[in-house]
C-alpha cells in the first residue's frame, strides 16, 4: 500500500497492489499542465485507488478535464493547487506522480523498488537529454518504437 497527497496535506489517498506502468513521461500535455520537463507517472487500475482525506471528497477537490482528451478527469487540490490524480474512463486507470508519495526522514519514496520507473516515454518531446540506463520511447514502454 502506497500513501499519496498533495502539498498542503489537505487530499489525501492511497493506492494498492502493483503498478500497472511507471514511467517518466516526457510529453507536451505532462510538461504543460506540471510546469516541469519531464514527471514520473504510476497507472494503477481505478479499484486500487481511494481518497483517504474525509468525505465528502469532493469538497475538497476541484476537477479538470483536457478538452481534447474528455474520457480524462484530473482531480486537484482547493487549497494548494497541486493535481494528485487522474482518472480515465477509458483504461479504466488511476494515474498518480511519484513525487506526491510518501517518504522517509530522508526525503526518499518508501517502497521505491515497487514504483520506481522502467522506463522514459514519449521522450521525443524531451526538454533535456536524460543519460540513464532505462529505455527511451516514441510513446509507451515496449508498444512504441525505442530511440535508446
Ligand atoms: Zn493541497
Ligand atoms: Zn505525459
Known sequence: ???????????????TGTPTLSAFCHCTNCQRLS???FVHTIHFPSSAFTWTHPAPHEDR???YVPPAKPWKTRWRCKSCGACVTSASSKTG?????????????????LNW????????????TRMLDV?????????YENTSTRLE
Open 61 to 63: 477537490l476541484d476537477s
Open 113 to 124: 523498488e515497487s514504483v520506481k520507473p522502467t522506463a522514459h516515454i514519449f521522450y521525443e
Open 1 to 15: 500500500m502506497l500513501k499519496g497527497a498533495c502539498f498542503c496535506g489537505a487530499v489525501s489517498y492511497i493506492v
Open 131 to 139: 543519460k540513464d540506463d532505462l529505455g527511451k520511447w516514441t510513446g
Open 35 to 37: 510546469g516541469c520537463p
Open 93 to 109: 486507470n488511476h494515474s498518480v506522480w511519484g513525487a506526491h508519495l510518501a517518504r522517509n526522514e530522508a526525503g526518499k519514496i
